[in-house]
């Protein structure tokens, strides 16, 4: 079994920006370990707000928080942790078969997601107690 440290990892993306603002430059294959094949946003939640209690069989993500805050607690079914999202530099690279939950976001919060998979409902796993029974718990 891989250490949760293995499984996720923070990335920090260079600013490439000069006197007339921030640029921050995220590419597939390069400063993300995969190509990108989906991308989307939450936006408009708030810190009562939960999402995604799943985890993915074949998707890797990378969140990022392009505006605001919010937190991430990542399960690998042995070991627990919490990450604030809080600079847009800052990613977030899960492996597949990590469970996610994002929460407490600030209310201009924008967490943008990364995957290497476009969307399958089939591959998700949204029920704790057989993802816990699939990682061996």
């Avoid at 809080?86 to 899960?94: D, V």
């Avoid at 924008?110 to 998700?124: F, I, M, T």
């Amino acid at each position: 079994m891989e250490k949760l440290e293995e499984q996720i990892q923070i990335l920090d993306f260079p600013d490439l920006g000069d006197e007339r603002g921030n640029l921050v430059v995220v590419e597939g294959g390069q400063a993300i370990p995969f190509d990108i094949k989906r991308i989307f946003y939450i936006y408009g939640s708030d810190t009562e707000v939960v999402r995604g209690s799943h985890a993915n069989l074949r998707s890797e993500f990378v969140m990022i928080n392009v505006s605001g805050t919010s937190k991430v607690k990542v399960d690998n079914g042995h070991e627990q942790r919490i990450l604030e999202l809080n600079r847009p530099r800052m990613g977030l690279y899960l492996k597949s078969m990590v469970w996610k939950e994002m929460y407490d976001f600030s209310p201009d919060s924008v967490l943008l997601v990364l995957s290497n998979e476009h969307y399958d409902p089939n591959e998700y796993i949204r029920d704790y107690k057989t993802y816990l029974e699939m990682v061996g718990k």
